[in-house]
C-alpha cells in the first residue's frame, strides 16, 4: 500500500515554509479530507499549528532523536490513518546536523527515508531567470531526492509570475504549482523563539481560515494531491516498538503531566509510548490548578514559556507548596528546560524582577537577551538517576534564552555532554528529581523510560 505524503521544504529558513505548509493542511482539511501534519526536526511550535488545521495532532520525525526505523514507524502508524500525509520540512531542504552530511536530521533525509517527494518553496524577492539555477541546483544535489513541484514566495506582478514559471519548467522539468504575491500570505505571531505556540492565541483559527483560503486560490491543491499519490513503494510494516512496550508493565502507572499555555512542548509520540509502557498520563495546569491531581506516582513538566506567565506563575503559591511538599515526600519529578525553570528558587526576566518558584532546585534562572543553547545533544548520565546509572547515554536537543545560577558550588548536574570541543554540565539531578535544559524524545531513548517508570512505580508501592 503506498500512502499519499508529501514534503513542503524550502531553499532556506524565513521562505514560508510553516505558513504555507499550515495554510496546505487547512486547505486540504477543509475539502473533507483527512490530513496528517508532520514536522521535521525537534521544533514543538509549528506542530501546534498543524492541529489547528488539520484537527489531529502532528507529529515529529527526526533522526537523531529517533533512529531511522523508528521514524518509519510514527509515520506508518498516523499516516495510515489518513487520505494524505503533509509534512513540514525544517530550514533549508539540505540543512542537517553539522558534521553528518546533508541527508541526516534533514528534510532531504526524511525525503529519502519516507521516498517522498518534495514540493520546494522559492522566495522569488528580486530574482528573474536566475531562479532556474536555483532550483536544478536542489534537484541536482541530490537526485535520490525526488523534487517533483515548486512554490513561488513573494512574487512581485503577474508578469514576474510567467517569467519565473516558464524559467522554471522549461529548464528544469520541474512544474510550478503556485504562486504568493508579496504579502499575500497572513503572518502568525512570533518573538524570541520563533512563532508563538498556537495554545497561547486567541482567534488563530480564523487566521488559519483566512490562510486556508489565500491558499486554495493560488495552488493547484489537485495537482498537489496528484504528485503525492506516488507510485514510489512504501509498504506498512507491523508495528514494533509500540507493541513491544505495552509486554513491559501490567497495571496502569498515574503520571501527572504539566499541559497549559506556560508548559506544553511535547512531543506527541514521546507521550504515546509512555502510554505504551503503562504509564496514565493526567493533565494539569501550574498556572491553573492550586493542587497537583490525586493518587499520582509522578510529574513530569515539559518545555515551553514559563518566562511569559512569571507573575501568575508565582501568585499560584498553593500548587508550588504542593509540588515541594511531594517532593519531599520521595515522588519522583522530571523536567525539561521551561520544566527546570520552574523548578528552580526563583526566575529574572528581562527587567531584573524576581519571581519566586518552586524551590526545589538550589539554583536561580535568569533570563538573557541572547541565545544561551541551541542544537543536538548526547549526554552522559553524570550519577545515579531517574533514568539510570552513571555513564548512561541519553540524545536530545535544547534551544533556550535562560541560564542556570547555581546557588551552591556542588549542585548535582544531570548530564555532561561536548559543544564544539568544550565539555558542558547540564540541570540537575538529586534522589527523585532529574530537571534539565534538555528535551527528550522518550522512544529514542527507551532504556531511560522504562528507568523512570520502574521509579514511579516504586515510589506507588512505598
Known sequence: MNFKRIIIAGTRSGVGKTTISTGIMAALSNMGLKVQGFKVGPDYIDPSYHVLATGRSSRNLDTFLLSPEMVLEVFEKTASQAYIAVVEGVMGLYDGRKGSGFNSSSTAGIARLLAAPVLLIVDATSIGQSVAAEVLGYKALDPKVNLAGVILNKVSSDSHFELLRETIEDKTGIPVVGCFKRGALPTFPSRHLGLIPAVEQQGLKNIIEELAAVITANIDLAKIIKIATTDMPFSIRP????????????????????????????????????????????????????????????????????????????????????????????????????????????????????????????????????????????????????????????????????????????????????????????????????????????????????????????????
Request: hydrophobic share 40%; glycine share 8%.
Open 239 to 462: 508495528s514494533k516498538y509500540f507493541i513491544e512496550a505495552k509486554a513491559q508493565f501490567h497495571e496502569k502507572i498515574p503520571i501527572a503531566v504539566a499541559r497549559d499555555a506556560a508548559f506544553n512542548f511535547y512531543y506527541q509520540d514521546s507521550l504515546e509510548y509512555l502510554e505504551a509502557l503503562g504509564a496514565e498520563l493526567i493533565p494539569f495546569s501550574p498556572l491553573e490548578d492550586t493542587y497537583l491531581p490525586e493518587k499520582i506516582s509522578a510529574v513530569y513538566i515539559g518545555g515551553g514559556f514559563p518566562e511569559i506567565f512569571l507573575e501568575k506563575l508565582a501568585a499560584n503559591k498553593p500548587i508550588l507548596e504542593d509540588l515541594r511538599r511531594r517532593v519531599i515526600n520521595g515522588m519522583p519529578v522530571y523536567a525539561e528546560c521551561g520544566g527546570l525553570m520552574y523548578l528552580t528558587q526563583q526566575i529574572t526576566d528581562l527587567d531584573g524582577c524576581n519571581w519566586p518558584m518552586a524551590g526545589i532546585i538550589p539554583a536561580s534562572c535568569i533570563m538573557q537577551n541572547k541565545l544561551v543553547g541551541l542544537g543536538y545533544r548526547e549526554a552522559i548520565l553524570l550519577n545515579n538517576n531517574l533514568f539510570g546509572n552513571k555513564g548512561d547515554k541519553v540524545k536530545g536537543h535544547e534551544f533556550h534564552y535562560s541560564a542556570l545560577i547555581k546557588d551552591k558550588n556542588d549542585l548535582s548536574a544531570a548530564y555532561i555532554w561536548k559543544v564544539n570541543g568544550s565539555v558542558r554540565y547540564d540541570g540537575y539531578a538529586s534522589n527523585n528529581v532529574l530537571a534539565s535544559y534538555l528535551h527528550l524524545h522518550f522512544l529514542g531513548n527507551q532504556k531511560a523510560a522504562k528507568n523512570f517508570l520502574k521509579a514511579c512505580k516504586d515510589y506507588s508501592r512505598r
